[in-house]
């Protein structure tokens, strides 16, 4: 079976400083791994995903994500947070042949204070 | 381009009643999905469907029935509602093959007295 775990409930960090949300994964074979972002009261929006080749990928407002196929984790980025940035962020994982079915973790809240 | 449109956004109900949650999308994606989402649990899945004509159980199905109606739409059916269903429901939209994003519906949140 595939799982996610996002270990950190909430994440605070003060707007210009780097920001990371980590992500750990377990699944058979090769990973595909994604992003999403939470803004209150609405769905959710696809951030980045991991597919094959380069393990840093960038994706959308700024943020980027480094796969790490040894530790199994995919940690969110971004060189210097905004305050517009704090929302809900999952991690989600669909492993090859797992079909289109996507397991998600239980998500961070990340504050970004001035 | 609407997206993923769900109806209704809310929706009050007692113990026992029945309701449907409709989901159409205008992407021309294969599949479809149903999500429930549970302060800190994430999102489970409850029900997809790769492709018009077929659907799955997903993670959390009991209590709940699913219609492929068409391509566009993809509906979910509560028979007999229970408090443990208070919950928000999402459906999304992919292409079918796998490496695709969802795309997000605005939610539809249920409370049952």
């Known amino acids: 079976a595939q799982s996610v775990a996002q270990p950190e409930d909430q994440v605070n960090v003060a707007e210009g400083n780097p920001l990371t949300v980590k992500c750990t994964y377990s699944?058979?074979?090769?990973?595909?791994l994604f992003w999403y972002v939470q803004y209150p009261n609405r769905g959710l929006q696809f951030l980045l995903k991991y597919i094959t080749g380069d393990n840093l990928v960038k994706g959308s407002y700024g943020f980027e994500a480094e796969f790490n196929k040894s530790q199994t984790s995919f940690h969110l980025k971004k060189p210097s947070a905004l305050v517009s940035d704090s929302a809900l962020y999952f991690c989600?994982?669909?492993?090859w042949g797992g079909g289109n079915k996507l397991t998600f973790g239980t998500g961070t809240q990340l504050k970004v204070e001035l | 381009n609407a997206g993923v449109t769900q109806t209704p956004k809310f929706q009050v109900l007692k113990t026992g009643q029945s309701m449907t949650l409709q989901c159409a999308q205008d992407?021309?994606?294969?599949?479809m999905y149903w999500y429930r989402q549970d302060p800190g649990m994430g999102l489970r899945l409850i029900y997809y469907s790769a492709s018009e004509g077929t659907t799955d159980k997903g993670e959390v199905p009991n209590g709940y029935n699913v219609s492929r109606l068409n391509k566009r739409e993809f509906s979910l059916r509560l028979e007999s509602a229970a408090p443990s269903q208070t919950s928000v429901y999402f459906c999304a939209s992919s292409e079918t093959d796998g490496t695709g994003e969802l795309f997000f519906g605005e939610g539809s949140r249920l409370t049952v007295l």
């Open positions: 992407m021309n994606h294969n599949s």
């Open positions: 989600a994982v669909r492993g």
């Open positions: 699944v058979s074979g090769n990973p595909y």
